[in-house]
């Protein structure tokens, strides 16, 4: 993510948002750049659907990620002071309880796998 308060071309801010994508695909049920939101070159919005099957409209930005929409698309609640979460690790930890579950038991795995290969 780029620093606090600089702003991405507009070109960049779809490669940004597939690479935070990439990073939770594995812990949501489905997340993607929304086709109907126009990004620019202040922030990108991106559809979310979490492991609860709860779905999401997050806005990305230079301020970082918060929830705009309840649902794909939807941006009823930019206009409220939701708070920004730096990463998009820190927002679903925040919304979603199979998150903090699906994060824990990989990396529990990763941990034990890294005991095991000490051990042998």
């Given at each position: ?97 199979k998150?903090r ?20």
């Amino acid at each position: 993510m780029s620093e606090q308060g600089q702003v991405l071309g507009k070109e960049t801010w779809p490669a940004e948002a597939e690479s935070a994508i990439s990073d939770i695909r594995k812990h949501v049920k489905a997340a993607n750049i929304s086709p109907q939101l126009k990004s620019s070159n202040q922030r990108i919005f991106i559809n979310l659907t979490t492991l609860e099957n709860t779905e999401y409209c997050i806005e990305m930005s230079a301020a970082g990620f918060r929830v705009v929409g309840r649902k794909y698309d939807d941006t009823a609640l930019s206009t409220i002071e939701n708070m920004n979460y730096e990463t998009p690790y820190a927002l679903l930890n925040s919304i979603s309880q199979k998150y903090r579950e699906s994060f824990g038991g990989e990396l529990m795995n990763k941990l034990l796998d890294l005991a095991k290969n000490a051990e042998g």
